[in-house]
């Protein structure tokens, strides 16, 4: 299938839509890793046999996650305008689930789930297709408007106007610093070169979250369409994915859709007929939280190991082999064939008034439901926990949460009130980081999580910078002491003096932020740790 | 194995290469080897240099599989074939850049990094052998010793924690050093299955925490 020009893109949009609602019946298998870890991929082989043994004429298609975690393995049938999401499906279910997808009803005796409630007060910009199109199909994501902000671009505008949408729509980083991605994509276009490069960080190091996974797993295309528009727009021809090592299944599903849109032609040279030309290489990365940090991602890509460099000189004008470089978050990128496709207008009326559009959050730890979402900005933290995270399990009360990684320290469970955006929670002296909201209910132990920080910090750290490979290390022993029994106050006076230390002198964020966890716990929960030194 | 022909040196290490898988795909993988070996050999005494080369013709999972296998019983040092990382250097393009994915499949052949895989490194590429170490000692993915019989991959991140992953973690530890049980134990910091908390991958396949205690006893 080939697509020189944009009339080719509507053909296959109308052929892709017969897969997604077909005559008959569709049944979708979500597949992404956490479903396959609750038995989904034994689901499809009993699937298959089970259509054939009682004569369904079905499209039986394995599509990613659509974010009920909670009620994985999940199983949807459609049928015309009907459509049933069954969660929490054992093999043993099957035959009477395919029995009732050909007498067009609902199955007896599974659990329905309400996934248009699940998605009513979400605003699926970046997660649209995920869940409902086979991430190894690019006819699907042409189906539900796929590549076609693509073909405007390339063909109805010129990159400084892609890159003024962008700068107008207010898009901001993902991956937790929130800079104008309208600014940086400028200083890298303006800057002098001949050659540059646009780098997707990822890595996703963090250790709360793996949305980066779930979005490789679910819809690698977005992610392919929103770096071919920001190579247009800054001028690369030559893009590199960094991909966290361990996504085996997302790294091969966005493998297969490279060659797909390779051999539709709408990746390479001369794409629709415009004269632009790009390319797509993929990277894994070896582990290391450091790696996701923008620049230590770069020597990392060019072989060396992941050390965070000085800034000046900003990547934007000398970065990956010196050459100016934007290095952009998944998931800001995904949300650009969007603001392209609708507009930066119809974007920035989405969210806050200080941060425009939507962000993933994705429940762990202490939460009732395990899940993500994808909410406008200003909506309460409590909101969101009250809808989809449905609190913390056993009706417990919510002590503490987390939503900036590491860096962004412990909120007390009094702070569910802040509004989810940039400014609001940098105001209150977290940030928005990842977006993995870590749930800490009543019974846990501060003092042993301010550890579980401090070892984080001090195994991640690098090295590169005495400070950070120093401070990190001794928060280490001073937490072990506290937790012996040995701690003074003498340990609490250190803490605070080394970390406004690190805070200065330290190379890059990460040492500059890395006893924030440990300070929340002291300015919060006082008595769990400074309660327990002489 | 009725009409395989077997050299004596390579009936021994097929036994204690099967006897080196988990125990969960032994059953499944011994006739499928059988079979491969057979249709390889010919007729002829199946060699050890047959058995080792399977690693090289078999596709994905049971390449990665008898790698580990392989790895765990030391096999995969013994005549040390740098011709195997030769062809893995020269399957890359060349340059710095793709160090990175040349060790990671160097680690998919061997199940690690061995020693000479870094020499024969070293030799093509230029780089230090002692630059080498430093990325395969700071990156997380690259183990420089060979696995043990069984990898379990427990996952140390914030929610896993907080759901009891600490306490899994303490009771593996106490159990294997308890048992002397075959294992392989790593963390890693997020393995992004947060409805299975606490995570743990037992030879790549993943658990809960809960079901994961009827699982380690059968290790």
């Known amino acids: ?534 | 194995m009725s009409d395989i022909q077997w050299s004596p040196e390579g009936e021994e290490l097929f036994k204690k290469l099967i006897d080196a898988l988990p125990e969960q795909m032994r059953n499944l993988a011994k006739p499928q080897l059988v079979d491969f070996l057979k249709m390889k050999s010919g007729g002829e005494p199946v060699s050890c240099e047959m058995i080792t080369g399977m690693v090289d013709e078999l596709p994905e999972p049971q390449k990665g599989m008898l790698a580990q296998a392989l790895a765990s019983i030391g096999d995969a040092d013994d005549g040390f074939d740098g011709s195997i990382v030769e062809k893995i250097i020269e399957s890359h393009p060349k340059g710095q850049e793709t160090l990175v994915a040349v060790l990671h499949d160097i680690q998919a052949r061997f199940g690690y990094i061995p020693e000479g895989a870094v020499k024969v490194l070293s030799q093509k590429t230029g780089v230090l052998a002692s630059t080498l170490y430093q990325l395969l000692t700071s990156y997380q993915a690259f183990r420089v010793e060979p696995p043990k019989k069984n990898i379990l991959t427990v996952c140390n991140g914030t929610g896993c924690h907080l759901e009891g992953g600490g306490g899994l973690l303490t009771k593996i530890k106490e159990k294997a050093a308890k048992e002397g049980a075959d294992i392989t134990l790593e963390t890693v910091r997020c393995l992004g299955m947060c409805n299975i908390s606490p995570a743990l991958l037992v030879n790549g396949i993943p658990y809960s925490g809960a079901d994961a205690e009827a699982q380690l006893k059968k290790l």
Not at chain 1, 156 to 171: H, N, Q, R, W, Y
Not at chain 1, 212 to 230: R, T, Y
Not at chain 1, 314 to 319: H, I, T, V
Request: charged share 25%; aromatic share 6%; hydrophobic share 40%.
């Open chain 1, 1 to 534: 299938m080939k697509i020189a020009k944009s009339a080719d893109l509507d053909a296959v949009k109308e052929s892709g839509q017969k897969l997604l609602f077909p005559p008959g019946v569709r049944i979708t298998v979500g597949a992404a890793m956490c479903g396959m870890a609750r038995g989904s991929g034994q689901l499809l082989q009993v699937i298959n046999d089970e259509v054939k043994n009682q004569g369904l004429d079905a499209n039986v298609a394995v599509v990613g996650c659509n974010g009920q975690c909670y009620a994985e393995p999940i199983v949807e049938v459609i049928n015309g305008k009907d459509k049933y999401t069954y969660g929490n499906v054992k093999g043993s279910d099957i035959p009477g689930l395919v029995k009732a997808a050909k007498d067009g009803k609902a199955a007896e005796g599974i659990e329905l789930l309400d996934t248009d409630a699940f998605n009513k007060n979400q605003q699926k910009i970046v997660s649209k297709n995920a869940g409902i199109i086979a991430p190894g199909n690019i006819e699907e994501y042409i189906a539900n408007d796929g590549y076609f902000a693509l073909a405007k671009a390339l063909t109805e505008m010129k990159p400084a106007d892609v890159l003024d949408e962008v700068m107008k729509s207010g898009l901001q980083g993902r991956g937790g610093a929130g800079f104008s991605a309208g600014i940086k994509w400028e200083t890298c276009s303006k800057a002098p070169g001949d050659k540059k490069y646009i780098v997707c960080n990822g890595s996703e190091g963090n250790p709360e979250i793996g949305m980066h996974k779930s979005f490789l797993e679910s819809d690698p295309h977005s992610v392919i369409e929103g770096m071919i528009l920001a190579g247009y727009a800054i001028g690369a021809n030559e893009g590199y994915v960094y991909i966290n090592y361990r996504y085996m299944l997302g790294f091969k599903r966005i493998s297969d859709a490279l060659e797909q849109v390779k051999e539709a032609g709408l990746l390479g040279d001369n794409i629709l007929g415009s004269g632009f030309s790009f390319d797509i290489k993929l990277k894994r990365g070896a582990g290391t939280y450091v790696n996701g940090e923008a620049t230590a991602l770069l020597s990392s890509l060019e072989g060396s190991l992941g050390e965070p460099r000085l800034k000046p000189p900003r990547m934007a004008e000398k970065g990956l082999f010196d050459k100016p470089t934007v290095v952009n978050n998944l998931e800001t990128l995904a949300n650009v064939p969007f603001i392209i496709q609708k507009g930066a207008e119809v974007f920035s009326k989405i969210g806050s008034e200080s941060s425009k559009g939507t962000k993933i959050i994705a429940f762990s730890g202490n939460v009732a439901r395990p899940c993500w979402v994808e909410v406008p900005f200003g909506m309460t933290i409590q909101e969101i926990v009250d809808t989809w995270g449905k609190g913390a399990k056993e009706g417990k009360k919510i002590k503490a949460y987390q939503i900036g990684g590491p860096s962004g320290g412990i909120l007390p469970g009094k702070a569910l009130d802040l509004r989810l955006d940039f400014e609001s929670l940098t105001g209150a002296g977290s940030l928005l980081g990842s977006g993995g909201l870590v749930i800490m209910d009543e019974d846990t132990d501060m003092l042993d999580m301010a550890k579980f920080f401090a070892d984080f910090s001090a195994e991640e750290s690098c090295g590169k910078c005495t400070t950070c490979r120093e401070g990190t290390l001794r928060l280490q022993e001073i937490l072990s002491d506290i937790i012996g029994g040995n701690g003074t106050e003498e340990h609490i006076d250190l803490i605070k003096r080394m970390t406004a230390g690190m805070a200065v002198n330290a190379v890059c964020e990460f040492g500059k932020t890395a006893a924030e966890p440990i300070l929340s716990v002291i300015k919060y929960f006082p008595d769990e740790i400074v309660g327990k030194v002489e």
